[in-house]
């Protein structure tokens, strides 16, 4: 899988490449991740690549026109036919929720781009022309969407075939559809005690079926996303 960034900081996702385990999954699930920056497509001169909003109003605005040369450049292609050939996430507060659903979709794509906004966003036009669709974290309003960028990347490596060393971690994971959209069970290792706090005997009982039956019990009560639990 291909994911490319456009952003005003494409060295922040050197992040994905230097912690060893990062680079790992990354290279063992086949994924690339590059990070352009906006401003070394901008057509406007020193490096401008936002605006005054139309109106008035308070912050900077994301130029269309210095968006779609970014894009067109890259790919090779109108910035309008870009989206027929990849999916274009825009990372935006007031985007569809970011969710494991989301994140499973998006894994299956052979090819990604994500658009980071900085200042109050983006002009309309990127979203209606140039993007296939926008995605938000959650509700509350980050300075950027480069960290969005990264959570929604990292939750997508996780998907990918083979970027976990153990292919089932990925598949019970919390709100993966195996448990059934709910939290995931409590983990413990050794000790088996320590300062009297002690692991749960079912886990150290050999019985597998039992163990199961606990830990879907378990993971039932930490309750479901949005059940306040
Ligand atoms: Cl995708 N971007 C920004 N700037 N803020 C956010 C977000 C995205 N998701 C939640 N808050």
Wanted: glycine content about 10%.
């Amino acid at each position: 899988m291909q994911i490319d960034v456009f952003t005003l900081f494409p060295e922040w996702f050197d992040w994905m490449r230097r912690p060893r385990h990062l680079a790992n999954a990354a290279e063992h699930a086949g994924l690339e991740l590059r990070a352009f920056s906006y401003r070394d497509y901008t057509p406007l001169s020193a490096g401008q690549v936002d605006d005054a909003p139309y109106g008035g109003g308070a912050g900077m605005v994301l130029r269309v026109d210095v968006i779609a040369e970014g894009l067109q450049r890259v790919y090779g292609l109108p910035a309008a036919d870009v989206r027929r050939r990849r999916r274009v996430v825009v990372l935006t507060p007031r985007g569809r929720m970011f969710t494991d659903r989301v994140a499973r979709e998006l894994a299956e794509l052979p090819e990604l781009t994500l658009l980071c906004g900085r200042y109050e966003g983006f002009d309309e036009r990127i979203v209606e022309h140039l993007a296939t669709d926008a995605v938000s974290i959650g509700r509350y309003v980050l300075a950027g969407g480069e960290l969005a960028a990264m959570v929604v990347c990292d939750a997508v490596l996780r998907k990918l075939p083979g970027a976990l060393g153990h292919a089932d971690s990925a598949i019970e994971e919390s709100f993966s559809e195996a448990l059934d959209g709910a939290p995931e069970y409590p983990h413990y290792t050794r000790p088996a005690s320590y300062r009297g706090w002690d692991v749960p005997e079912i886990l150290l009982s050999g019985h597998h079926e039992r163990i199961r039956e606990w830990r879907r019990e378990r993971s039932e009560e930490r309750g479901r996303p949005g059940s306040g639990g």
